[in-house]
């Protein structure tokens, strides 16, 4: 496929209401979108990375430079590029997989568009519909929290996340479970927000039946999570420690993860997340799709690769109406709690013109 150029498009969207966690508060989605462009076709990726580098050590601006200076030249001279091997071309530079997985996702579109392939054919979709949760954030009050619940609950989702930091924990599950009983799917997500002195804290959640507790140390510190583990009768399921198939691996096999959060952006890509299914398959480790408050871009990426055999929980790929008042593409419709796998070529969706231009901030174009 010969790439004739390539746009990065900054855009900023408001949330529908702020979004809390242990890192932060996030009101305005500062996003960035890669569009390859091709003879046959035209691809789209969006870079995950936030405004800052508080989920991880890549932030927006950052993602952009990388991805203009050296990125770009490096495609641009290589004399074939295809998608599986935009990780092999990029691998000299270091790190910044949520960068990378942008532009090798542009690239992967933009092939499968040409080729009439979906996103979830490709991957090896096996469900044309996923079932989907909520992630909710901290909130001012409790009682705030458990109205919100609610009402994700009464639109359908199949399960509900609630992100807890030191002092907003053990209160906020036990009144959720309290209001709504047994039944509901819940699980929580620290953010790295604990030590394993907070162990005792910890094992307060366990009560509460919860399905996982997530990411509750440092992202280094898979022994850390593996001597919590012993500790704590919830599953532990990390996020922010899985980096690739190689350290899921790992963290399996020293026992600090029943459980593992796929996000393709924090892995490199989406071939990487799918050698990350595999590994946790081949080990009977259940994986979940999580999610950054994407685009309909970046979500219909998402909801293609948890439509794969071993994404057997819920994963944090909420419709498009619970983040933004209108997205960039086709909406994203709650069903039945579940969301339909988009069935055209490609990520079979597709930013309007209008609206990208209605939210764009800046635009770059790079002739190849
Ligand atoms: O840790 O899962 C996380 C959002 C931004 C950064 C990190 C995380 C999250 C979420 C939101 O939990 C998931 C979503 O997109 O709905
Ligand atoms: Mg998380």
């Known amino acids: 496929m010969k790439i004739s150029g390539v746009e990065l498009r900054r855009l900023s969207m408001t949330l529908r209401s702020p979004f809390e966690t242990s890192f932060g508060v996030v009101t305005e989605r500062d996003?960035?979108?890669?569009?390859?462009?091709?003879?046959?076709a035209e691809g789209w990726g969006e870079c995950a990375a936030m405004s800052e580098p508080v989920y991880s050590s890549e932030h927006i601006n950052g993602a952009q430079d990388v991805i203009r200076r050296f990125f770009l030249p490096r495609l641009a001279a290589a004399p074939h590029v295809t998608s599986a091997l935009v990780a092999q071309i990029l691998a000299p530079f270091k790190g910044h997989p949520i960068a990378k997985a942008a532009v090798e996702a542009a690239v992967l579109?933009?092939?499968?568009?040409?080729?009439?392939?979906?996103?979830?054919?490709?991957?090896?979709?096996?469900?044309?519909?996923?079932?989907?949760?909520?992630?909710?954030?901290?909130?001012?009050?409790?009682?705030?929290?458990?109205?919100?619940?609610?009402?994700?609950?009464?639109?359908?989702?199949?399960?509900?996340?609630?992100?807890?930091?030191?002092?907003?924990?053990?209160?906020?599950?036990?009144?959720?479970?309290?209001?709504?009983?047994?039944?509901?799917?819940?699980?929580?997500?620290?953010?790295?927000?604990?030590?394993?002195?907070?162990?005792?804290?910890l094992a307060a959640l366990d009560p509460f039946d919860l399905l996982l507790i997530e990411q509750p140390l440092p992202e280094d510190d898979i022994g850390g999570h593996a001597a919590l583990a012993r500790l704590l009768h919830t599953p532990i399921c990390l996020d922010e420690s899985i980096v690739s198939a190689r350290s899921a691996a790992e963290a399996i096999a020293l026992g600090a993860c029943r459980i593992v959060n796929i996000k393709p952006a924090r892995v490199g890509g989406y071939l990487e997340a799918r050698r990350v299914h595999d590994v946790c398959a081949a080990n009977g480790v259940p994986v979940w799709c999580g999610g950054m408050l994407e685009t309909g871009i970046g979500r219909a990426a998402n909801v293609a690769l948890a439509a794969l055999p071993n994404f057997t929980l819920p994963g944090d790929i909420s419709a498009s109406e619970r983040y933004f008042e209108r997205d960039i593409t086709e909406p994203f419709v709650l069903r039945d709690g579940g969301l339909d796998v988009p069935q055209g070529p490609g990520l079979g969706v597709t930013p309007d013109p209008v609206l990208l231009d209605e939210f764009t901030t800046a635009t770059d174009w790079i002739d190849f």
């Open 109 to 201: 579109d933009a092939e499968l568009r040409a080729a009439g392939t979906s996103f979830g054919d490709h991957l090896g979709a096996v469900r044309s519909w996923v079932p989907v949760g909520v992630s909710v954030g901290i909130m001012p009050s409790v009682a705030e929290l458990v109205d919100t619940v609610g009402g994700y609950l009464d639109q359908g989702y199949r399960r509900i996340k609630l992100k807890i930091k030191p002092g907003w924990d053990v209160e906020p599950v036990r009144a959720v479970r309290e209001r709504f009983g047994e039944a509901p799917l819940l699980q929580v997500d620290a953010n790295t927000a604990y030590t394993l002195g907070d162990a005792q804290r």
């Open 31 to 40: 996003i960035l979108l890669v569009r390859v462009v091709t003879e046959e």
